[in-house]
T-cell receptor
Framework: DGGITQSPKYLFRKEGQNVTLSCEQNLNHDAMYWYRQDPGQGLRLIYYSQIVNDFQKGDIAEGYSVSREKKESFPLTVTSAQKNPTAFYLC????????????FGQGTRLTVV | AQSVTQLDSHVSVSEGTPVLLRCNYSSSYSPSLFWYVQHPNKGLQLLLKYTSAATLVKGINGFEAEFKKSETSFHLTKPSAHMSDAAEYFCVVSDEGGSYIPTFGRGTSLIVHP
């Protein structure tokens, strides 16, 4: 079945550590996105990528980094510079174009311990 | 620039009564509009989308939404709420003028009472 897979589902990070969240899609979509979700704030865009080897900062990119070396993969690294990383992270993908909807993974819940 | 305002952070209804979740948008171009549903600790599932083919859009699970350009609104409705409808709902806009990045509203939590 086609879809988006995020792993792990739960992740715990110690202060000062970098952690990487995985996002893989087999939908052959060009565009991929990372969103952060906090209670009452909806989804805020961290980074997005429209094509391989290219990505752009979203609204809250500070303390995060990404790569897009393959079309199907868009990992997100939460660095130690991100001061408040505890949140629910969602990855999405879509075909480029006006009328296509985004497909979402099941999310990764990151907690700082 | 594009933005979405969901007018209610929480909506509470009784099972079997109508549901109305309100959404207003702002877009410099002809927008595409979407409604998604999210159950706790899950990803988002598409309910319906507006793509300019028809102003009244029917989605899954009995939901529908009407695009009103004059009011810049895209409200989500359902004639009769079910307990399983209790979830978070997001209105999303993606305009055609730029990079088509989906922009989310803050969400509306639907509470359904027995």
């Amino acid at each position: 079945d086609g879809g988006i897979t995020q792993s792990p589902k739960y992740l715990f990070r110690k202060e000062g550590q970098n952690v990487t969240l995985s996002c893989e899609q087999n939908l052959n979509h060009d565009a991929m996105y990372w969103y952060r979700q906090d209670p009452g704030q909806g989804l805020r865009l961290i980074y997005y990528s429209q094509i391989v080897n290219d990505f752009q900062k979203g609204d809250i990119a500070e303390g995060y980094s990404v790569s897009r070396e393959k079309k199907e993969s868009f990992p997100l690294t939460v660095t130690s510079a991100q001061k408040n990383p505890t949140a629910f992270y969602l990855c999405a993908s879509r075909n480029r174009g006006r009328v296509t909807e985004a497909f979402f993974g099941q999310g990764t819940r990151l907690t700082v311990v | 620039a594009q933005s979405v305002t969901q007018l209610d952070s929480h909506v509470s209804v009784s099972e079997g009564t109508p549901v109305l979740l309100r959404c207003n948008y702002s877009s410099s171009y002809s927008p595409s509009l979407f409604w998604y549903v999210q159950h706790p600790n899950k990803g988002l599932q598409l309910l319906l989308k507006y793509t300019s083919a028809a102003t009244l859009v029917k989605g899954i699970n009995g939901f529908e939404a009407e695009f009103k350009k004059s009011e810049t609104s895209f409200h989500l409705t359902k004639p009769s709420a079910h307990m399983s409808d209790a979830a978070e709902y997001f209105c999303v806009v993606s305009d055609e003028g730029g990079s088509y990045i989906p922009t989310f509203g803050r969400g509306t939590s639907l509470i359904v009472h027995p």
